[in-house]
């Protein structure tokens, strides 16, 4: 199967970020925002970075005009029906995925595949809030989109082979390492590297080292991109405690445990590069 027009739900830095690789890929792009001024928001920051790209000489003026051509944006949820594949990127809550999955099954078209961005949470829950389970799917991509090569493509109990053999050839057309992975909580790469990220945390609390030092040497000594606390901020607090929860959760693993230190952090509304602080301070 070849996707045609895509439906995103969601406008924030993944949905973007997800509508910006597949509309690069050749799709026609639709992006479902919850408001007028949010859905303006995600295509004005489209054209920002596309501008950037043209400035750095990553894309022709040409193409940067016709990748732009590609994409919209709505408010209303039916504007998908004609969709050909649907991904969800919204808040990780289960609840909230839930209903959304309902309102999706009744909107866009029988034939549809709609799937989930979810970095943890059961893709089968979501599933099942449908009458096409065979046609719902996981597909985790990774934060910054554009710049992230790997996809994670998740089989629920219910999937058909057509429906993950279609999710990972568009997964491939976008340019992106796809690995199929069971549908298990934190997938492959959050279950390995969210107890990594809570460890850190409980190292800084217990006062073994301080952020700095603990991200310079996990820099240094393995060579990482970059260190957990700036990693932390990157993907966000919240998010990270989401992720941790819904580990312990399934596994009742205490090193899915969150650190007290994260819930407090997360309370106070210090969520990293999104709110402006967390472990570091980015509003200089």
Known sequence: MTFQKIGILGSGIMGSGIAEVAAAAGSTVIVRSRSQATADAMLAGLEKSLAKQVEREKRTQDEADALRARVSAT?????????DFVIESVVEDLAVKKAIFNELDRAVNHLAILATNTSTLSVIDLAMETSRPERVCGVHFFNPAPAMSLVEVVRPLCASD??????????????????????????????????????????LETGVANKEGIDIAMKGGCGFPMGPFALLDLVGLDTSLAILEALHKEFADPNFAPVPLLRRMVSAGLLGRKSGVGFYDYRR
């Not at 209303?76 to 029906?81: A, E, F, Q, T």
């Not at 796809?178 to 990220?197: H, M, S, T």
Request: charged content about 25%; hydrophobic content about 45%; proline content about 2%.
């Open 75 to 83: 408010t209303r949820l039916d504007d998908l029906h004609d969709c």
């Open 162 to 203: 057509e429906t993950i053999e279609s999710v990972i050839a568009f997964a491939q057309a976008c340019g992106k390492d796809a690995v199929e992975v069971k549908d298990r909580a934190g997938f492959i790469v959050n279950a390995l590297l969210f107890p990594y990220l809570n460890n850190a945390i409980r190292l």
